[in-house]
């Protein structure tokens, strides 16, 4: 598989959140302004060898917190037979199960319950991201967090300055393989370090906009935006005083 090993040089920056001098943004530069795109049902193999339709919606998903499972929960409520083929399965057994204590959506023949078929007449792929399309919201309402923020990672850092002051830490990057478990190193197949998938017409921090936004804020987001522009700015003319370089399953110029 055209995938680039784990591990490559990163470049980082870090900065006061413009909203709220406790809190510092730590972006990986690297993957913000790489050409990554989701290819789900465009050549996307998934992570099971199994079931490599469903894409990364093998495993269903873990809420955030009681407030993204109630959320959700109110979007479920609009979806109708024409939008979800699992509809009646649903309803009658339910549509979360728990996994180690926590409750997830839940799994129907090795996939999350939302997942559609490729054949099914409503849609391919998640009945929930269908609704938002039918009902004209972002589907970063309808679906659970962990859904759209895939492939970006949000994390955070607590860390204390000599002078006593505690600062926030809120890192975003690049969702890797390691980054799902152990088990992550079992996948057949992987989209963000993939050359497959480095084919989008705009870079990471633009295309995921809005989901970048939610994870950080408008203010953090513009002067993330500033600093990946001016990175994209020096690759482009060939100059990287510090060693920079593109993702490296980018297309090669």
Request: a negative charge; one cysteine or more; aromatic letters at 10%.
């Amino acid at each position: 598989m055209p995938e680039v090993l784990i591990g490559f040089p990163r470049q980082w920056v870090e900065f006061i959140d413009p909203a709220d001098p406790r809190q510092v943004i730590k972006a990986d530069l690297t993957w913000l302004t790489s050409r990554w795109t989701c290819i789900f049902g465009r050549g996307c193999q998934g992570i099971d060898a199994r079931r490599p339709d469903a894409g990364c919606c093998v495993h269903g998903a873990h809420f955030a917190d009681k407030d993204d499972r109630k959320r959700v929960t109110s979007w479920v409520e609009r979806l109708t037979p024409e939008l979800w083929q699992r509809y009646r399965t649903g309803h009658r057994k339910g549509w979360t199960e728990k996994e180690d204590g926590a409750i997830k959506t839940r799994v129907v023949k090795g996939a999350c319950i939302f997942h559609n078929d490729a054949d099914f007449p409503g849609g391919y792929g998640c009945a929930l991201h269908h609704l938002a399309a039918a009902e004209g919201v972002s589907f970063l309402e309808t679906k659970p967090e962990v859904c759209w923020q895939l492939p970006i990672r949000r994390s955070y850092e607590k860390r204390k300055v000599e002078d006593g002051t505690e600062l926030l830490v809120v890192v975003v990057g690049e969702y890797t393989r390691q980054d799902w478990g152990a088990g992550g190193h079992d996948f057949p197949w992987y989209c963000s370090s993939n050359t497959d998938a480095h084919v989008g017409e705009t870079a990471v921090f633009e295309s995921g906009r809005d989901e970048i936004v939610a994870l950080i804020g408008e203010p953090a987001y513009e002067e993330l935006a500033r600093l990946c522009r001016a990175r994209l700015v020096l690759l482009e003319q060939g100059r990287s005083p510090l060693g920079l370089s593109p993702h490296p399953a980018d297309p090669t110029p």
